[in-house]
């Protein structure tokens, strides 16, 4: 038998406690078996005499636990908009192009994280696979289909009236909301995702598209069938709606005000703002070509949702970290610490309180809480040794090339191979003929 000893290292454990110089981890199989003094754990107390531990120097280095991304897309496949979403991803493809893509989210640090709906229900079979170790990847929980009712969700008039499309279930009635959440249990779904919100061209904004009764009808059956429910919601009804309906994690909550925040607290959902899609564009936009229009739309939501996030998170609503990366704003392997930097930045947490919610809370978006999150004796081994002390500044862990060990499932993750690169598909991204129109005017004057 053989086990890991990480020896001298400075633990960052993820519970918020400050971190602990010279501080031993040892690793038996997929578990955390000792965390303390690196002489005893190399004595003849460990293991018996059949045991060799290995040892490895991390004087220097900080280790802690794994990232987990309580928000990501791994179907997706970056596009940059809702049509190539929707009309340029054939479900053979996209189930090899999910593949392909979820090996980079180990090699930038990420052990564990919630796929909470995709295209063309890929996530479980996805999952499976991993599980199965037919594809490498982090731990994956996962949703089917986005449930949605007829008026659709962000992409506007490309939702059906009924059927499927991309990442979207329509469900017309409450008969069709219990059918559909029960078939998706039943094909495999971790979670049921409800998109509460939508984009109606006469509006301005997302609106709420589902009413609280068709959001408790989902909720409850998914429950009674033992599934938790999460929402995208953007607006402060909306995430009032879901939670009082029973949602366990509300994805956004945007411009959420006291009214929305009491139903949280009362029914004890989780918050998982996914700011990073907003901060990219809001901070990085112009070198992607975004407009500055974007930029100051982002940016105000920004503000104002982080005031009351920060509220909620000093009233003791677990906040959780999410990337949205499956965009060509996110794209994946890049982005899955940035939602850490926004909450020291926009929320005023510490950088240890933001690695606690990217960390030990992410634990609750795979229903693990007490399993992963923490470096604890009993807890799976998922753990990153890298060069730098995030607990001074959380932007160190967006580089890839301070990583210099990551343990998933017990098992260290070659970070040596050459990152993954292909060629885009034919037909699979949609080219524009130009920025704006070729007027006379742009033209000759």
Known sequence: MTLTLLRGGTVIDGTGTPPRPDTALLIDGDRIVGLGDAVSYQGKNVGGADTHVEVLDVTGLTVMPGLIDSHCHITLGEPASNDELFFHREPAFAAMLAAFNVKKLLLAGVTSFLDADGLYNIGPALRDAIESGMVQGPTMRSGGY?????????????????????????????????????????????????????????????????????????????????????????????????????????????????????????????????????????????????????????????????????????????????????????????????????????????????????????????????????????????????????SRDVSILGDKGRLRHVFCRGEQVDLSVPWPQRQPLRGESVSSWSAVALTWDLVNR
């Open 146 to 390: 986005a449930l949605m009712t007829a008026v659709g969700g962000t992409a506007g008039r490309m939702i059906p009236d009924e059927g499927t499309a991309g990442y979207a279930e329509v469900v017309r009635n409450r008969d069709e909301m219990v059918l559909a959440t029960r078939r998706q249990i039943k094909q495999g779904a971790d979670v049921i995702k409800i998109h509460a919100t939508g984009a109606i061209p006469t509006k301005t904004g997302e609106v709420a598209v589902w009413t609280f009764e068709e959001l408790k009808t989902v909720c409850d059956t998914a429950h009674d069938l033992g599934t938790r429910v999460v929402a995208h919601c953007r607006g402060a009804q909306s995430t009032r709606d879901a939670a009082k309906a029973g949602v366990d994690i509300i994805f956004h909550a945007s411009y959420m005000d006291d009214s929305a925040l009491e139903a949280v607290l009362e029914s004890g959902s989780a918050l998982c703002p996914v700011f990073t899609f907003l901060a990219n564009l809001a901070d990085h936009g112009p070198k992607a070509g975004s407009t500055g229009a974007a930029q100051d739309v982002f940016r105000s939501e920004m503000e104002q949702t982080g005031a009351m996030m920060r509220k909620a998170y000093d009233s003791g609503v677990p906040l959780l970290c999410g990337s949205e990366s499956g965009f060509s704003l996110t794209p994946y392997g890049h982005w899955h610490h940035r939602e850490m930097e926004v909450f020291v930045e926009h929320l005023g947490l510490s950088p240890l309180q933001a690695i606690s919610c990217c960390t030990a809370n992410g634990a609750i978006a795979l229903d693990q809480v007490g399993e992963v999150g923490t470096l604890q004796a009993g807890r799976r081994a998922d753990v990153l040794v890298l060069d730098g002390d995030p």
